[in-house]
T-cell receptor, first 119, second 116 residues
Framework: AQKVTQAQTEISVVEKEDVTLDCVYE???????LFWYKQPPSGELVFLIR??????QNEISGRYSWNFQKSTSSFNFTITASQVVDSAVYFC????????????????FGGGTRVLVKP | DGGITQSPKYLFRKEGQNVTLSCEQN?????MYWYRQDPGQGLRLIYY???????QKGDIAEGYSVSREKKESFPLTVTSAQKNPTAFYLC???????????????FGDGTRLSIL
């Protein structure tokens, strides 16, 4: 069975500080996908990034960066120079590759990390 | 604009009552999903459907039912058998991505259900 653990339930920082969110996953599959979603106070989930298990390159998108390390089963997320608008709950999720194309991608979510950025 | 519409935004259920949450998408997506989110917790999968007239149970299907009569619509009924229905419910959809079918799911704004 697959599992995603986000050990940090809440992180509080002052604006412009960097913040790193940890995500550790478990899966028996060799092919899988990892996702990060942001949930602002309004409630909807906003997709941030998808990474497949064969691509261990780190990625940077603006103030966001992701560090995927297969050896430690981790997919950590860093917000650089945080802003008040970054305040949200962030979810890490795992999807195993479906056996058939039509099977879609059931997601297993971590418990989420609430980030509070104070001005 | 294309997207996923969930209604109502807030819903109250009386004891012994069934209630239905609506989820409509105009993204032409094949697959649709229902998740439940409890305070301070992650999302858990209730039901999913990859094609019209077919759906599968997720991890916490007991006390819920769904239908998929149209590609655009995937309503969720919370039955009286669900003893603890108070939660935030999120609907999602995803289209086929060809060889790479693990496309990111698109989410609606959610429905918050409470017991009266």
């Amino acid at each position: 069975a697959q599992k995603v653990t986000q050990a940090q339930t809440e992180i509080s920082v002052v604006e412009k500080e960097d913040v790193t969110l940890d995500c550790v996953y478990e899966t028996r599959d060799t092919t899988y996908y990892l996702f990060w979603y942001k949930q602002p106070p309004s409630g909807e989930l906003v997709f941030l990034i998808r990474r497949n298990s064969f691509d261990e390159q780190n990625e940077i998108s603006g103030r966001y960066s992701w560090n995927f390390q297969k050896s430690t089963s981790s997919f950590n997320f860093t917000i650089t120079a945080s802003q008040v608008v970054d305040s949200a709950v962030y979810f890490c999720a795992l999807s195993e590759a479906p056996l058939i194309k039509a099977a879609g991608n059931k997601l297993t979510f971590g418990g989420g990390t609430r980030v509070l950025v104070k001005p | 604009d294309g997207g996923i519409t969930q209604s109502p935004k807030y819903l109250f259920r009386k004891e012994g009552q069934n209630v239905t949450l609506s989820c409509e998408q105009n993204l032409n997506h094949d697959a649709m999903y229902w998740y439940r989110q409890d305070p301070g917790q992650g999302l858990r999968l209730i039901y999913y459907s990859h094609i019209v007239n077919d759906f599968q149970k997720g991890d916490i299907a007991e006390g819920y039912s769904v239908s998929r009569e149209k590609k655009e619509s995937f309503p969720l009924t919370v039955t009286s058998a669900q003893k603890n229905p108070t939660a935030f419910y999120l609907c999602a959809s995803v289209g086929r991505g060809g060889v790479d079918s693990n496309q990111p799911q698109h989410f609606g704004d959610g429905t918050r259900l409470s017991i009266l």
